[in-house]
Protein backbone atom coordinates (compact mmCIF):
# COMPACT_ATOMS: atom_id res chain seq x y z
CA UNK A 1 0.00 0.00 0.00
CA UNK A 2 1.44 2.83 -0.98
CA UNK A 3 -0.80 5.66 0.10
CA UNK A 4 -0.53 7.95 3.13
CA UNK A 5 -0.97 6.03 6.30
CA UNK A 6 -1.79 7.34 9.76
CA UNK A 7 -1.90 5.57 13.25
CA UNK A 8 -3.58 5.35 15.31
CA UNK A 9 -7.05 5.25 13.35
CA UNK A 10 -8.90 5.63 16.45
CA UNK A 11 -7.94 7.24 19.69
CA UNK A 12 -9.82 7.58 22.91
CA UNK A 13 -8.41 9.38 26.37
CA UNK A 14 -8.78 11.52 29.03
CA UNK A 15 -9.27 14.81 29.69
CA UNK A 16 -6.05 16.11 30.01
CA UNK A 17 -3.87 13.07 28.77
CA UNK A 18 -1.72 13.77 25.86
CA UNK A 19 -1.83 12.14 22.76
CA UNK A 20 0.21 11.57 19.81
CA UNK A 21 -0.55 11.07 16.49
CA UNK A 22 1.90 9.53 13.24
CA UNK A 23 1.19 10.10 9.41
CA UNK A 24 3.67 8.32 7.11
CA UNK A 25 3.31 10.33 4.07
CA UNK A 26 3.36 9.27 0.27
CA UNK A 27 7.33 8.82 -0.43
CA UNK A 28 8.25 10.71 -2.92
CA UNK A 29 5.91 13.79 -1.31
CA UNK A 30 7.98 16.85 0.00
CA UNK A 31 4.27 18.29 0.93
CA UNK A 32 2.97 17.50 4.69
CA UNK A 33 -0.60 18.81 5.72
CA UNK A 34 -2.12 18.30 9.19
CA UNK A 35 -5.85 19.17 8.82
CA UNK A 36 -8.77 18.81 11.59
CA UNK A 37 -12.48 18.01 10.73
CA UNK A 38 -15.20 18.12 13.15
CA UNK A 39 -18.95 16.08 12.39
CA UNK A 40 -20.64 18.00 9.45
CA UNK A 41 -17.63 20.13 8.76
CA UNK A 42 -14.77 20.36 6.04
CA UNK A 43 -11.26 19.76 6.69
CA UNK A 44 -9.54 22.80 8.43
CA UNK A 45 -6.07 23.38 7.66
CA UNK A 46 -3.95 23.41 10.72
CA UNK A 47 -0.08 23.16 9.81
CA UNK A 48 1.97 22.28 6.84
CA UNK A 49 5.32 21.22 6.20
CA UNK A 50 7.87 21.28 2.64
CA UNK A 51 10.23 18.77 3.64
CA UNK A 52 11.18 19.12 7.37
CA UNK A 53 10.56 22.87 7.54
CA UNK A 54 7.30 23.66 9.22
CA UNK A 55 5.94 26.78 7.07
CA UNK A 56 2.93 27.46 8.14
CA UNK A 57 0.60 27.10 11.65
CA UNK A 58 -3.19 27.72 11.47
CA UNK A 59 -4.10 30.00 14.27
CA UNK A 60 -6.59 26.85 15.29
CA UNK A 61 -3.13 25.54 16.19
CA UNK A 62 -2.66 26.71 20.43
CA UNK A 63 -0.02 26.10 22.12
CA UNK A 64 -1.05 22.86 23.11
CA UNK A 65 -0.36 21.38 19.67
CA UNK A 66 3.07 20.51 18.15
CA UNK A 67 4.09 18.83 14.98
CA UNK A 68 7.43 17.75 13.64
CA UNK A 69 8.54 16.11 10.73
CA UNK A 70 12.37 15.06 11.01
CA UNK A 71 14.21 14.14 8.31
CA UNK A 72 11.15 15.41 6.29
CA UNK A 73 10.16 11.53 6.20
CA UNK A 74 6.76 10.80 8.90
CA UNK A 75 5.43 13.56 10.69
CA UNK A 76 3.66 13.47 14.42
CA UNK A 77 0.72 15.75 15.67
CA UNK A 78 0.67 16.12 19.49
CA UNK A 79 -1.85 17.13 21.43
CA UNK A 80 -0.89 18.07 25.51
CA UNK A 81 -3.73 18.50 27.73
CA UNK A 82 -6.19 17.55 25.73
CA UNK A 83 -9.36 19.04 26.33
CA UNK A 84 -13.11 17.82 25.13
CA UNK A 85 -13.27 20.42 22.21
CA UNK A 86 -10.03 18.11 20.86
CA UNK A 87 -12.66 15.77 19.31
CA UNK A 88 -11.98 15.59 16.19
CA UNK A 89 -10.77 13.49 13.29
CA UNK A 90 -7.32 14.74 12.65
CA UNK A 91 -6.25 14.43 9.06
CA UNK A 92 -2.99 13.90 7.62
CA UNK A 93 -2.27 14.82 3.40
CA UNK A 94 0.62 14.35 0.99
CA UNK A 95 1.50 16.29 -2.18
CA UNK A 96 4.10 17.38 -4.80
CA UNK A 97 5.19 20.38 -5.32
CA UNK A 98 1.58 21.93 -6.16
CA UNK A 99 0.19 18.81 -6.57
CA UNK A 100 -3.09 17.65 -5.54
CA UNK A 101 -2.75 16.42 -2.08
CA UNK A 102 -3.71 12.48 -1.21
CA UNK A 103 -5.21 11.99 2.24
CA UNK A 104 -4.55 9.21 5.03
CA UNK A 105 -7.95 7.87 6.59
CA UNK A 106 -7.66 9.67 9.64
CA UNK A 107 -7.40 9.77 13.07
CA UNK A 108 -10.50 10.01 15.37
CA UNK A 109 -10.14 11.03 18.35
CA UNK A 110 -12.08 11.07 21.52
CA UNK A 111 -11.68 13.36 24.98
CA UNK A 112 -13.98 11.93 27.37
CA UNK B 1 -9.80 36.26 2.21
CA UNK B 2 -10.67 32.94 0.81
CA UNK B 3 -13.37 31.00 1.19
CA UNK B 4 -15.58 28.17 -0.50
CA UNK B 5 -19.69 28.20 -0.33
CA UNK B 6 -21.23 24.94 -1.07
CA UNK B 7 -24.99 25.95 -0.36
CA UNK B 8 -26.60 22.57 -0.74
CA UNK B 9 -26.08 20.37 3.06
CA UNK B 10 -27.90 17.28 1.51
CA UNK B 11 -29.30 16.23 -1.80
CA UNK B 12 -31.22 12.59 -2.43
CA UNK B 13 -32.00 11.30 -5.41
CA UNK B 14 -32.97 8.64 -7.05
CA UNK B 15 -30.90 5.64 -8.75
CA UNK B 16 -30.32 7.32 -12.38
CA UNK B 17 -31.18 10.39 -12.10
CA UNK B 18 -28.27 13.13 -12.76
CA UNK B 19 -27.19 15.62 -10.11
CA UNK B 20 -25.32 18.89 -10.04
CA UNK B 21 -23.25 19.91 -6.90
CA UNK B 22 -22.46 23.40 -6.74
CA UNK B 23 -19.04 25.21 -5.50
CA UNK B 24 -18.81 28.68 -5.57
CA UNK B 25 -15.21 30.23 -4.23
CA UNK B 26 -13.56 33.61 -2.90
CA UNK B 27 -9.92 34.32 -3.78
CA UNK B 28 -8.11 37.62 -4.69
CA UNK B 29 -5.19 35.27 -6.21
CA UNK B 30 -5.27 34.84 -10.28
CA UNK B 31 -3.33 31.55 -9.85
CA UNK B 32 -5.03 29.08 -7.97
CA UNK B 33 -6.44 25.74 -7.60
CA UNK B 34 -10.13 24.36 -7.26
CA UNK B 35 -10.37 20.22 -6.54
CA UNK B 36 -13.52 17.85 -5.67
CA UNK B 37 -13.01 15.33 -3.21
CA UNK B 38 -15.48 12.85 -2.16
CA UNK B 39 -15.87 11.48 1.32
CA UNK B 40 -16.93 7.89 1.49
CA UNK B 41 -18.56 6.49 4.90
CA UNK B 42 -15.15 4.79 5.79
CA UNK B 43 -13.99 8.89 6.19
CA UNK B 44 -10.96 9.29 3.73
CA UNK B 45 -11.02 11.51 1.65
CA UNK B 46 -10.80 10.78 -2.21
CA UNK B 47 -9.42 12.85 -4.61
CA UNK B 48 -11.36 13.11 -8.04
CA UNK B 49 -10.35 16.67 -9.98
CA UNK B 50 -7.64 19.23 -10.16
CA UNK B 51 -8.53 21.96 -12.39
CA UNK B 52 -5.96 25.34 -12.36
CA UNK B 53 -7.01 29.01 -12.43
CA UNK B 54 -5.89 29.47 -16.23
CA UNK B 55 -8.10 26.30 -17.86
CA UNK B 56 -11.79 27.01 -18.33
CA UNK B 57 -11.96 23.47 -19.99
CA UNK B 58 -14.83 21.53 -18.98
CA UNK B 59 -13.99 18.04 -17.91
CA UNK B 60 -15.52 14.70 -18.21
CA UNK B 61 -14.33 11.24 -16.85
CA UNK B 62 -16.91 8.46 -17.24
CA UNK B 63 -19.95 9.63 -15.20
CA UNK B 64 -18.25 12.30 -13.44
CA UNK B 65 -18.13 16.08 -15.61
CA UNK B 66 -17.24 19.86 -14.03
CA UNK B 67 -17.97 22.87 -14.88
CA UNK B 68 -15.81 25.72 -13.72
CA UNK B 69 -16.51 29.57 -15.15
CA UNK B 70 -14.39 32.08 -13.66
CA UNK B 71 -16.90 34.91 -14.46
CA UNK B 72 -19.08 33.99 -11.54
CA UNK B 73 -16.39 31.85 -9.76
CA UNK B 74 -17.99 28.42 -9.52
CA UNK B 75 -16.92 25.14 -9.92
CA UNK B 76 -19.71 22.45 -10.13
CA UNK B 77 -20.17 18.96 -10.51
CA UNK B 78 -22.35 16.58 -12.14
CA UNK B 79 -22.96 12.95 -11.59
CA UNK B 80 -24.83 11.69 -14.40
CA UNK B 81 -27.21 8.68 -14.22
CA UNK B 82 -26.25 8.52 -9.92
CA UNK B 83 -25.68 4.63 -8.68
CA UNK B 84 -25.86 4.19 -5.13
CA UNK B 85 -21.97 3.85 -4.28
CA UNK B 86 -21.84 7.36 -5.36
CA UNK B 87 -23.69 8.23 -1.83
CA UNK B 88 -20.96 10.38 0.56
CA UNK B 89 -20.32 13.63 0.81
CA UNK B 90 -18.36 15.38 -1.66
CA UNK B 91 -15.92 18.49 -0.78
CA UNK B 92 -15.01 21.13 -3.04
CA UNK B 93 -11.80 22.89 -1.76
CA UNK B 94 -9.25 25.88 -3.16
CA UNK B 95 -5.96 26.36 -2.98
CA UNK B 96 -3.89 29.36 -3.61
CA UNK B 97 -0.01 29.97 -3.14
CA UNK B 98 -0.76 31.88 0.64
CA UNK B 99 2.28 32.34 2.63
CA UNK B 100 4.05 29.86 -0.29
CA UNK B 101 1.62 26.74 1.13
CA UNK B 102 -0.78 25.63 -0.91
CA UNK B 103 -3.03 25.29 1.75
CA UNK B 104 -6.61 23.77 0.84
CA UNK B 105 -9.62 25.76 2.27
CA UNK B 106 -12.81 23.31 2.13
CA UNK B 107 -16.30 24.13 1.78
CA UNK B 108 -19.09 22.54 4.36
CA UNK B 109 -19.65 19.69 1.69
CA UNK B 110 -22.73 18.12 0.39
CA UNK B 111 -23.93 14.85 1.06
CA UNK B 112 -25.07 13.00 -1.56
CA UNK B 113 -28.00 10.19 -1.12
CA UNK B 114 -28.69 8.31 -3.84
CA UNK B 115 -31.61 6.06 -3.13
CA UNK B 116 -32.08 2.69 -5.29
Known amino acids: DTGVSQDPRHKITKRGQNVTFRCDPI?????LYWYRQTLGQGPEFLTYFQNEAQLEKSRLLSDRFSAERPKGSFSTLEIQRTEQGDSAMYLCASSLFSGEAFFGQGTRLTVV | AQKVTQAQTEISVVEKEDVTLDCVYE???????LFWYKQPPSGELVFLIR??????QNEISGRYSWNFQKSTSSFNFTITASQVVDSAVYFCALSENTSGTYKYIFGTGTRLKVLA
Open chain 2, 51 to 56: RNSFDE
Open chain 1, 27 to 31: SEHNR
Open chain 2, 27 to 33: TRDTTYY
